[in-house]
């Protein structure tokens, strides 16, 4: 299964990408997660990307395109992955589809997570995740069972990512619609777009998620 997650910061396309990886044992490509990576191992890509990533800006379309091709190349990947903030320009979107068909593979499904923008500022201003294994949480919605013990691996080491700001989002906000929102006709017109309610229960959305993807 290959699947797309789409949707503005703070949709909660992590927190499904997780869930999603439990279930069926492909691994999240998270470009996010690999630009902080790089960022804070030093790479010559980190240091391009750390400015443009604190300011809430698109890291050049060649630098992600550059890793996202190099990871799916990976044993972990033959089964399938869930790519989680890629693509983000039709350029990427282009060039995921040419990655694809050059291995002779296709997409299962691209799922877009709708969510009103007023509730998103909220949502990435209160998340925060484990230092240790990544779970996710939140100041409000999603605590830990044990104040400040991760409920996965009983970390007590937290972090805040630090383009989680109200200033960053609204920056972030704008990339989205200006770049990414575009791929959601994109791919309405190959017939491989979904859209699930990203408002509801994290539950719930993740029911309606798998009801896709048992179809797809
Ligand atoms: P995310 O963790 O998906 O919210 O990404 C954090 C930041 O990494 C974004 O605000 C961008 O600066 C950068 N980034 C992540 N994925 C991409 C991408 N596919 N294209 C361009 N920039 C990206």
Do not use: W
Not at 27 to 54: E, F, N
Not at 150 to 157: L, N, R
Request: net charge negative.
């Amino acid at each position: 299964m290959r699947l797309i997650l789409l949707g503005p910061p703070g949709a909660g396309k992590g927190t499904q990408a997780q869930r999603i990886v439990e279930k069926h044992g492909i691994p999240q490509l998270s470009t996010g997660d690999m630009l902080r990576a790089a960022v804070t191992a030093g790479t010559d890509v980190g240091k391009r990307a750390k400015a443009v990533m604190d300011a809430g800006k698109l890291v050049s379309d060649e630098i992600v395109i550059a890793i996202v091709s190099e990871r799916i190349d990976a044993p972990d990947c033959a089964n399938g992955f869930i790519l989680d903030g890629f693509p983000r320009t039709l350029v990427q979107a282009d060039a995921t589809e040419a990655m694809l068909s050059g291995k002779g593979l296709d997409l299962s499904a691209v799922v877009e997570i709708r969510v009103d923008d007023d509730i998103l500022a909220d949502r990435i201003a209160g998340r925060y995740t484990c230092g240790n294994c990544g779970a996710g949480y939140h100041d409000e919605n999603l605590k830990p069972k044990v104040e400040g013990v991760c409920d996965k691996c009983g970390s007590t080491h937290f972090k805040r990512r630090p383009d989680d700001n109200r200033e960053t989002v609204r920056t972030r906000l704008q990339a989205y619609y200006k770049e990414t929102s575009p791929l959601i006709g994109y791919y309405h017109c190959k017939g491989k777009l979904h859209s699930v309610d990203g408002m509801g229960e994290i539950d719930a959305v993740t029911a309606e998620i798998e009801a896709i993807l048992a179809r797809a």
